[in-house]
């Protein structure tokens, strides 16, 4: 039957279906993720924030949920949610956890102008050559983010859930990879666990490993809690520098681990730079909430 005598069969039938007092289906609605909440937040200078919580279902822990925040919560926070909500079935340990998500107001996977300027340090001077054709990008607002993060959608989140504080893990990939490690580098003992994917060290002339020398230098002079630190990266990154960067970072910290370092390192073969958080789920949880 050609395609235009089925549509007007179909149209016909329809309309006899109608005339006869049959009520149409009714209109698709959106999916709503289970055990799921968002909330709006704004930083102490007035950005706003779109908040994501992924919470289970029953009494919460003795001494309060373990938390993993995640950065880049419009694109990746669903994929964290259900695989929390599906280890239920096997690991009640990590299904009885939060996952805290910081996104941005937007129905966009990213903000991208947000998320550069809230991950990024300032330019080197004079700005470096590699980086000229995001010039006109603000950035230069990592320490203004950090403090967000810490002093004001940590206490918010204790506020509104009981939360364990010596528990709280954070992931970030890309950009918000190399923001994980500023912050491991500038907070170490802010949280328990730090999972930085496919990390852009390479970003401004590689200006975090200043970071990585000053805090070697301060933990050889005297060592103190850091958080556990887990790289991961694919082997097929749209740069190889995120994959050579890690695996060169995995090796200088593996000397640390006579002050207190421990660290992992892994790299999932066949995959590139967008595929890396997703294959990194089920990893970054375990390692946030297993014990030790």
């Given amino acids: 039957m050609h395609a235009l005598s089925r549509w007007l069969l179909f149209t016909a039938l329809l ?6 007092g049959a009520t149409p289906p009714p209109a698709p609605t959106g999916y709503v993720l289970p055990e799921s909440e968002v909330w709006d937040l704004k930083s102490a200078t007035g950005e706003p924030y779109k908040i994501l919580v992924s919470r289970p279902k029953g009494k919460p822990p003795e001494k309060g949920y373990p938390v993993l925040y995640v950065l880049d919560g419009n694109t990746i926070f669903a994929s964290f949610a259900e695989q929390r909500r599906l280890q239920q079935l096997a690991d009640k340990d990590i299904n009885n956890t939060l996952i805290v998500a910081v996104g941005y107001p937007t129905e966009e996977p990213y903000d991208y102008a947000r998320r550069m300027n809230d991950f990024t340090p300032a330019w080197q001077d004079p700005m470096p050559a590699s980086e000229k054709p995001f010039e006109k990008w603000k950035v230069g607002g990592n320490d203004r983010f950090a403090s967000f993060l810490l002093e004001v959608l940590r206490p918010e989140v204790a506020k509104r859930y009981p939360v364990n504080p010596d528990r709280q893990s954070l992931f970030g990939h890309s950009l918000g990879g190399l923001f994980a490690l500023h912050l491991f580098y500038q907070h170490p003992d802010a ?8 990390p852009s060290i390479y970003w401004n002339n590689s200006s975090i490993l200043q970071e990585e020398r000053d805090f070697t230098a301060r933990l050889a002079q005297a060592p103190f809690r850091t958080a556990r630190l887990l790289l991961v990266v ?3 990154e749209e740069t190889k520098y995120e994959m ?9 910290l593996q000397p640390l681990s006579a002050y207190g370092v421990r660290s992992q390192f892994e790299e999932f ?3 590139e730079h967008l595929g890396v958080p997703t294959r990194a789920i089920t990893g970054a949880l375990r390692f946030a909430f297993s014990w030790p």
């Fill in 244 to 252: 050579w960067d890690a695996e060169a970072l995995a090796k200088r």
């Fill in 269 to 271: 073969v066949w995959e």
């Fill in 15 to 20: 309309l006899t279906v109608c005339a006869n």
């Fill in 191 to 198: 949280f328990l666990a730090i999972i930085a994917a496919s």
């Fill in 234 to 236: 694919g082997d097929r």
